[in-house]
Nanobody, 126 residues
């Protein structure tokens, strides 16, 4: 059974940092595209970053570019989202996702991912 287990969310002040982790069980993901999404209260889920299969390219939406960094450690079957200079508008539930259909290039469209983490809450206080 494929499972994604997230950790690392929490409460942080404006300007602070958090690192989210997403561990994948039941499948080796080095050939899979992965992504991070978030959903703020009352809003739709949005894709914010992704990394291609084979770790050969990343993408960020403008709102997080320069502050967030996506990375993967294939030896640990885990990927990460380092979030720096957090802002109140970053407050949301964050979700990791993996594309096990085998596409090489990542996407921030949620329908292109078939396995999801349970979500972790990030709250940025001002």
């Amino acid at each position: 059974e494929v499972q994604l287990v997230e950790s690392g969310g929490g409460l942080v002040q404006v300007g602070g940092s958090l690192r989210l982790s997403c561990a994948l069980f039941g499948f080796a993901f080095e050939d899979s595209a992965i992504g991070w999404f978030r959903q703020a209260p009352g809003k739709e889920r949005e894709g914010i970053s992704c990394i291609n299969a084979g770790n050969n390219g990343t993408y960020y939406v403008d709102s997080v570019k320069g502050r967030f960094t996506i990375s993967r450690d294939n030896s640990k079957n885990t990927f990460y989202l380092q979030m720096n200079d957090l802002k109140p508008e970053d407050t949301a539930d964050y979700f990791c996702a993996v594309d096990l259909w085998g596409r090489s290039f990542c996407s921030i469209t949620s329908s292109e991912y078939n396995y999801w983490g349970q979500g972790t809450q990030v709250t940025v206080s001002s």
